[in-house]
């Protein structure tokens, strides 16, 4: 079994958690400033400052198209079907993953975003369908 995919699953990993605690030191900082109140706060994120709701949003998305990532990844490795083709798919969806947080964290910039999002995508359908075919040839 090859251990290639491990590593940018890894890559996507600590992605998350960057942004979890960065998200969770702005908020912090944030209601301890009093710049935000815990009453304004509570049912949703209006109140928080924009750069807070950035980096909140740009952790939310790393639980949506990454999910098909982790579990593609187990899938691949569980059949031993992580070959190089898979590996380098997935190491393309993780840079891609970080572009997009970069951006959705700094500039915000929506066409930047979408852009570097819908790649991604695709290299995530392109990854399930080298997986797909590996699966059925096997």
Partial sequence: MSDALIYPLLVQVALTFVLLFAN????????????????????????WPRKVQQVSNAFQN????????FVGVILALV??????VLAALAWVWAALRIIHAVIH??????????????AGVFVLLAFWITLAVGIFTR
């Fill in 24 to 47: 969770a030191l702005m908020r912090t900082g944030a209601v301890g400033s009093g710049k935000v109140k815990p009453a304004d706060i509570v049912l949703g994120q209006r109140a």
């Fill in 105 to 118: 964290t700094t500039s915000n910039n929506l066409r930047w975003r979408f852009y570097s999002f819908a």
């Fill in 62 to 69: 790393q639980m949506e198209t990454p999910t098909l990532f």
């Fill in 79 to 84: 059949l031993g079907l992580g070959g190089p």
